[in-house]
């Protein structure tokens, strides 16, 4: 497998309720080479009475690593609550912790771009060394990947870069395109998946997002069209995240949602991007 873009499987594709030595097993018997966390997954191993240490002890224990770190939100208003302002220290924490370079960014508030570019701005500054991956998502206040790129060219940060998902890309009813080489050089890491031909209703896509997604290549939106876009254009991702946030999958089990997911994942590189299964 690529060392230069691991597969990995993003921390909401095996929901929130699960141990942490269960969520790495379940990843690293499927054939993942690495898995995902959210802040508060990882404060939830904190809380099972495991320390640094015995989280490090765990992955090298089933030789795999933590390869995507998320989320930070609200990096955009004027009074941030603590809640939102310790958990961006968090994610930088994990990202020392784990040795991975770039944190996924999301912002579900609208503001211009002028604005919001300031503010990512500010957060890059707070950042330092560590890239942050803004993810443009259809119900958010960067619903689309033109108005996300603006903003993180707008914003003037060697460290702003973007997440694409296929997901939201398709839901934002873009035609997957060729990227230019500027656009290409901003994006850090992509997240693949698939969805149904028919969307949710947009009072609700967000519902959509977080229960029913589907695996790689498995519905109506040609995650190979995707994958190949991003070929295309050039780009090396740090990460191949793989996030199927799905109930019905889930419900299945851990094993299940792992080796489903992988398989598929698997099945679409051999389709569009053999390179990185060598």
């Known amino acids: 497998m690529s060392k230069e873009s691991p597969i990995t499987i993003s921390s909401w594709t095996l929901g929130e309720t699960c141990l942490f030595e269960d969520r790495v097993k379940a990843a690293k018997e499927a054939g993942y080479e690495g898995i995902g966390l959210r ?50 220290q968090m994610c930088f924490h994990m990202c020392r912790l784990f040795n991975v370079g770039h944190i996924n960014c999301g912002l579900m508030e609208n503001y211009s771009i002028d604005y919001t570019a300031q503010k990512l701005k500010e957060l890059c500054g707070r950042a330092g060394d560590l890239i942050i991956g803004v993810e443009p998502m259809p119900y958010s206040g960067l619903p689309d990947f033109d108005k996300a790129y603006a903003v993180v060219d707008a914003s003037g940060c060697d460290n702003a870069m973007l997440i694409l998902d296929t997901w939201h890309w398709v839901r934002a009813d873009q035609p997957y395109r060729q990227l230019t080489a500027e656009q290409a050089a901003k994006v850090i890491s992509i997240q693949i998946n698939d969805a149904y031909d028919r969307p949710y209703a947009a009072a609700i896509l967000r519902d959509e997002s977080m229960h029913d997604r589907l ?3 498995t519905g109506a939106k040609d995650t190979v069209g995707f994958v190949n876009m991003i070929k295309e254009a050039g780009i090396t991702p740090k990460v191949i995240g793989v996030e199927v946030i799905s109930d019905a999958i889930l419900a299945q089990g851990l094993d299940y949602a792992s080796q489903h997911t992988y398989d598929n994942t698997v099945k679409v590189l051999k389709e569009a991007w053999p390179e990185q299964l060598v």
Request: hydrophobic share 35%; glycine share 4%; no cysteine.
């Open 39 to 88: 802040a508060e997954t990882y404060v939830d191993a904190l809380n099972e009475g495991l320390t640094d240490q015995d989280i490090l002890a765990i992955l090298e224990k089933y030789d795999i690593k933590v390869t995507e770190v998320e989320y930070i939100v609200q990096w955009a208003e004027e009074h941030r609550s603590y809640e939102q302002k310790y958990k961006e």
């Open 215 to 217: 695996a790689p290549g």
